[in-house]
């Protein structure tokens, strides 16, 4: 027993040792340098923040909405012309074995207010089940039996995910008699009146190649996962696209809910596979070919958010691994194109991506989950206050007005939004240097209405730990008081690790 303790004794007083010898020479400066560059990235943020809380005021006050700045009017009836004043539209809604959903999108686009030689229907079915596909053919044909002009497509191979389908659905020879294509995703449930709004844009306009509509979800309240995405999407679709749209002419193309001029598509190349962010990839080359984009934000198209933690997780992976890759393709094709203004240029490059798409999600864990629960085991570091407090405040209100009726969850979003941020660092480092699961496509599931009970996953056990034992340092023995962040945090991993958030649909 006596050798046990003496050799316990030991190997603790090496490790203390240890500790001491490389804290001073090695551990402070680095932790130094990293709080340095987080301050930096933070300070970036926050600008971008401001920035863009300015210019939607502007907007607000001087009710800049599109159709004042774009001309504007209804297509109008001809009884000498018929419906030919009506331009032809192509209406593409691709599918995954999307059973619970299926019948919604395909029977919101069939009850678009348009004239029926007009516009045509095509349901890209990529599904694997065959009792799945046998369903969708079904619809398809229950609604052809009643006069819409439909067409149910299948391909022998998923090549390319969605952006494949799209690009084989385009290849048809009825597609040439289209001028212009709708895109719905699967759970996209679009008014009878979005043709009647957004088309007249595009038939007045010729240099704009894009409109797109606003999300409106369905099952915000569903539960506390979905309460927690809302306040974060409302903010892009009510800051982020609207400032793009008003003083860029651009944003990233959502993927679904909006409607290209398929010359412009076609001038960009096409829809290309080379990401798992196709929609953003053809928006930026077919901005820097020089078309314009129209944000519609009262024009609202009902979806379905993801309310499993798992289905949420692979979004979420694809939706920043995507960019960043998409980043390293295309930095210099940005910097060295001729046809878009520098300051153009300088918006897609910095803001766009490098601040939205990289720094966002790297500072977010970096400093807030690992760099400030490390400065409480080296005191010799400080984080300034503006830093550790009044900075992160500004950009979390700033994040939050977009949802107003959320704000009472905004402790719980923050501590949510860091528990994610680790995800998203992982996924934007493996989108930069192109490694792991940078091509992976996981289709996002749908619920519709199914059966739902509590979901459960797994979470990062050396996050949660880690910031557990920080704040239990910190109120040992620190001064100043991180511990009260650390335990909520640690807690939020902890909520996250044994699977209290979102829904899950038992296999039965």
């Known amino acids: 027993m006596d050798l046990n303790i003496y050799f316990d004794h030991g190997i603790t007083s090496q490790i203390g040792l240890f500790w001491q010898q490389v804290r001073a020479p090695i551990l402070v400066p680095f932790l130094k340098i990293m709080v340095i560059l987080c301050l930096a990235m933070s300070l970036m943020l926050f600008v971008e923040k401001v920035y863009m809380g300015i210019v939607i005021v502007f907007i607000k006050i001087l009710r800049q909405k599109p159709e004042k700045k774009y001309k504007w009017e209804p297509i109008k009836d001809d009884l000498e012309l018929a419906n030919s004043s009506y331009p032809m539209v192509l209406i593409q809604i691709p599918m995954y074995n999307e059973k619970e959903v299926y019948q919604l999108s395909i029977g919101a686009a069939c009850n678009l207010s348009w004239p029926a030689d007009r516009i045509l229907i095509q349901v890209l079915d990529d599904s694997t089940d065959p009792i799945i596909k046998a369903m969708v053919e079904q619809e398809c044909k229950r609604w052809a039996s009643k006069g819409v002009n439909i067409k149910y497509e299948i391909r022998d191979n998923r090549k390319g995910y969605k952006a494949g389908a799209l690009k084989e659905g385009m290849k048809h020879n009825y597609v040439k008699m289209c001028d212009f294509v709708a895109i719905f995703d699967a759970d996209f449930q679009p008014e009878y009146d979005f043709l009647l709004r957004t088309v007249p844009f595009l038939v007045h306009n010729p240099e704009i190649g894009l409109v797109q509509a606003r999300w409106q979800f369905v099952n915000s309240d569903e539960c506390l996962l979905t309460r927690m995405q809302e306040m974060s999407l409302d903010y892009h679709f009510k800051v982020e696209q609207e400032v793009g749209s008003s003083t860029h002419a651009f944003f990233g193309f959502n993927g679904t809910a909006g409607v290209w001029r398929i010359s412009a598509l076609n ?21 820097l070919k020089g078309w314009k984009f129209v944000y519609v934000g009262d024009l609202k198209v009902k979806n379905e958010l993801p309310s499993t933690f798992k289905a949420y997780r692979y979004q979420q992976h694809r939706w920043s ?26 918006y897609l490059i910095y803001s766009f991506f490098f601040v939205r798409k990289i720094i966002a999600h790297i500072v977010t864990f970096m400093f807030y989950c690992v760099i400030m629960p490390t400065t409480v085991l080296i005191p010799e570091v400080q984080v300034p ?8 405040s500004t950009i979390t209100l700033l994040n939050a007005v977009g949802t107003p009726r959320s704000f009472y969850l905004l402790i719980f979003w923050i501590l949510f939004e860091n528990v994610m941020s680790l995800h998203r660092t992982r996924a934007t480092f493996i989108g930069l240097f192109e490694v792991g699961r940078v091509n992976e496509w996981v289709v996002t599931e749908k619920l519709g209405d199914g059966i739902k009970a509590k979901m459960s996953t797994k979470a990062s056990k050396k996050s949660r730990l880690y910031l557990m034992l920080c704040g239990w340092y910190d109120y040992s023995f620190g001064k100043n008081r991180f511990y009260i962040y650390l335990f909520l945090q640690g807690m939020a991993f902890l909520v996250a690790g044994f699977g209290y958030i979102g829904v899950f649909v038992p296999n039965s």
Do not use: H, Q
């Not at 960009?268 to 930026?284: F, I, N, Q, S, Y």
């Not at 995507?322 to 153009?344: D, H, Q, Y």
């Not at 206050?385 to 992160?392: F, M, N, R, S, T």
């Open 267 to 287: 001038e960009a190349g096409g829809w290309k596979d080379r990401t798992t962010v196709e929609d953003m990839d053809l928006a930026v080359r077919a901005g």
């Open 385 to 392: 206050i503006w830093g550790a407090v009044y900075i992160p």
């Open 321 to 346: 691994c995507g960019p960043a890759n998409l980043f390293k393709k295309m930095a210099r094709e940005i910097a060295s194109n001729k046809k878009v203004s520098i300051w153009k240029k300088f």
